[in-house]
């Protein structure tokens, strides 16, 4: 199923597809007002993205440098070449040390990799900490934004879904109420928890550190009562100093959430006393897309979901109409690299207006790499017969200057006396959600000629 | 092939060195500003409150004057102005699990953000600071920076196996994006600035 009919699926709930463009539009004014509070923004973006470009095309450097420091610490360092690696090696650390019941933090590369079920089909219990996360793992969903994981759910929703699961009182919809519930719930489960998971905004090559951002403190407490802690990242996460670190600091809860910085930001270097500390380094597929030129740039993405909160598109058809881990403007780069037939449709979730540009806070022209892919993926499948006889007669048209004004003509004529219902009947899918223009009575070559006249 | 060797191969092949300097940037510091106004009107923005005392003196009146920490039942104190009242002996992190207070030591306070950093000498700390309804953090006011670029440049952050910027309490809005203050951890989310 395409992008398109999945967010026709969305948009069928009105009053929610509203609710929900507002919701993520007001996210975006409170970021349009904390970056206007910093006034080195612009030269914190280019900051930001020119150290990401430079860590990427290091990268080989940057993580042996990583590794042999973060060893220094006395953290393990575990290299995964994809997916199914990953969920083994996690697997494996977990088994090793006899726990089966494991908290975990955000992490979009966990949700990459499908751990959960993995873990789950083998009898380990993992609870997602962060609230929006539990809510959509007891809804059996993906999250619907990376920031924002169950942004696409009415408070309604998760009051019932929470008075089946935890037992909160029937009809109970205010948010503080199901907050504290499921704190409750969730305190108890931090506190049988034998491992921590958490994932990494930023590693430090120069330290050999990890840095984990919440609001919550989730990842702190997942890792401060069981002994034993898993950071799972990709290998893009790379800064080279800690000095480094405050540039994209400064710019990733701004751009975000409009906070000038989340309530924890946390700096492990190897294990606590008495700990064990694992990092688990995954390629699945980012060697493969730093190697293609036009699409490398989408590696240094700090996952701020800026881009989706601006994005039309997203705001108009839900984080699940893209049917993929990561939805948005970034997403519909990342996720055909990873299945190229699968994300087919998701490069045209897009109008091109260019606002994930203007606010990603690492700069990456993600309406360009939007078209290149529209560019590749359109060489095999170009979407549908109906779209191919029509490209091949308007390239006829196109290519004879006398055919192409007659037939100007014969349409607005025929325009004129036609029906509007025959003209933007079922057949026609440019006029599903659109209104035919008003015919012009002269050609714009007429009107030119007149005018030189 | 090792999964290591394989990935560095994909990658180009293992690098000793990178072949130019990473880029520095430099901030442009914001001058003339009312530091602790600025912090404090941060860290208000992020559910906290900061509280500038004058002396060694006017801090153990306010821990003294303190209802919260003069009522609390179980309280960690990593100050030696305040005893603390927590189970003994304490084996595990898990013993704190019914702190109300946490009184800890930070050291940076970072004017821009309104966080401080807080670096736990142990796991049982490191607890407290999470585990507890309230945190009170205390830091020195001539270690207040106008920006996280001062702070960095300043702090060893991998002096310690853990550190934390703290910038108000425990927090999550991800019910219709309703702010609801302790999500997990504290509550309430104090700094004093001596």
Redesign the interface.
């Known amino acids: 199923m395409s992008h398109a009919l999945r967010a026709a699926e969305f948009l069928r709930d009105a009053e929610r597809a509203r609710w929900h463009d507002g ?1 993520l539009w ?2 975006r004014e409170k970021r349009d007002r904390a970056a206007a509070a910093v ?2 923004w612009e ?2 973006r280019e ?1 930001a993205a ?2 990401k470009r ?2 990427l ?8 440098r990583f590794e042999e420091r973060a060893q220094a ?1 006395g953290a393990v360092v ?4 994809d997916a199914a ?1 990953h969920n083994q090696i996690v697997e494996g650390l977990l088994r090793e040390a006899g726990a089966r019941r494991v908290v975990k933090s955000k992490s979009m590369l966990t949700e990459e990799c499908g751990l959960n079920p993995h873990l789950e089909a083998r009898g380990i219990e993992i609870v997602d ?4 996360e539990r ?1 959509v793992q007891l809804r059996h969903e993906r999250p619907s934004h990376i920031v ?4 696409h ?3 309604q929703e ?1 009051g019932a879904l929470f008075h089946a699961e935890l037992g909160t009182p029937e009809g109970e919809s205010d ?2 109420a ?3 519930a499921a ?1 409750h719930d ?2 108890a489960r ?2 049988g928890a034998q491992a921590g998971l958490t994932g990494v905004n930023f590693a ?1 090559a120069e ?3 990890i840095v984990v951002c919440t ?4 990842a ?2 997942g890792t ?2 069981p002994p034993l802690h898993i950071a799972c990242m990709g ?1 893009e996460k790379l800064i ?8 994209f ?2 710019l990733l809860a701004r751009s975000a ?1 409009g ?17 064990a ?1 694992h990092i688990v ?1 995954v ?1 699945n597929g980012r ?2 897309l ?2 293609r030129a036009e699409f490398a740039e989408a590696l240094t993405c700090i996952r701020c979901g800026a881009c989706m909160n601006t994005c039309p598109v997203f705001r108009r058809s839900g984080g699940h109409s893209y049917d993929a881990v990561i939805p948005g403007p970034i997403g519909s780069v990342l996720e055909p690299a990873r299945a190229p037939s699968a994300h087919a449709s998701l490069p045209y979730a897009c109008s091109l207006c260019g606002s994930c540009r203007d606010v990603c806070p690492v700069r990456i022209d993600l309406p360009k790499q939007l078209l290149a892919w529209r560019a590749e993926l359109s060489q095999g499948a170009p979407g549908g017969a109906l779209r191919r006889a029509g490209l091949r007669v308007a390239r006829f048209a196109f290519q004879r200057p006398r055919v192409y004004a007659l037939v100007g003509a014969l349409a607005r004529r025929v325009a004129r006396v036609l029906p509007e219902r025959w003209l933007a009947g079922r057949w026609n899918p440019w006029t599903r959600g659109r209104a035919l223009p008003p015919t012009p009575p002269h050609s714009f070559r007429a009107l030119y000629a007149r005018r030189r006249r | 092939m090792t999964a290591r060797d394989a990935i560095l191969r994909a990658l180009g092949g293992a690098a000793s060195a990178s072949s130019a300097p990473p880029p520095v940037y430099a901030p442009t510091p914001d001058p003339d500003a009312d530091l602790f106004a600025r912090f404090a009107a941060s860290l208000a923005a992020a559910g906290g409150t900061a509280r500038a005392l004058d002396s060694a003196g006017a801090l153990a009146a306010a821990l003294r004057a303190d209802a919260h920490i003069g009522a609390a039942r179980q309280l960690w104190s990593s100050l030696r102005e305040v005893v603390p009242r927590h189970p003994e002996p304490l084996r595990a992190p898990h013993d704190l699990a019914s702190l109300d207070v946490a009184l800890l030591r930070g050291e940076w306070a970072v004017a821009e953000s309104g966080a401080v950093w807080w670096a736990p000498r142990d796991p049982l700390e490191r607890a407290a600071g999470f585990l507890a309804e309230r945190v009170v953090l205390v830091a020195p006011r001539a270690q207040l920076v106008a920006d996280l670029h001062a702070a960095y440049a300043r702090l060893d952050v991998g002096a310690l196996p853990y550190g934390c910027f703290v910038s108000g309490p425990s927090k999550t809005a991800d019910i219709e994006q309703a702010l609801v203050i302790g999500a997990h951890g504290p509550r309430a989310l104090e700094v004093w600035l001596v």
């Open positions: 919701s007001s996210l006034p080195d030269s914190l900051a020119a150290l430079h860590v095309a290091e990268l080989p450097f940057y993580l042996t610490h575990h290299w995964a070449r690696e900490t962060d609230l929006g809510i924002m994981p169950a942004i759910l009415r408070r998760i948010p503080t199901l907050t504290l704190r969730l305190r931090f506190l430090i330290t050999g550190g609001n919550e403190g989730n702190d407490l401060v009562l290998i080279p100093r800690a000095a480094d670190l405050p540039v600091l400064r959430t906070q000038a910085q989340t309530a924890y930001t946390s700096h492990f270097h190897g294990p606590r006393p008495g700990g500390l380094l390629d060697s493969g730093r190697a």
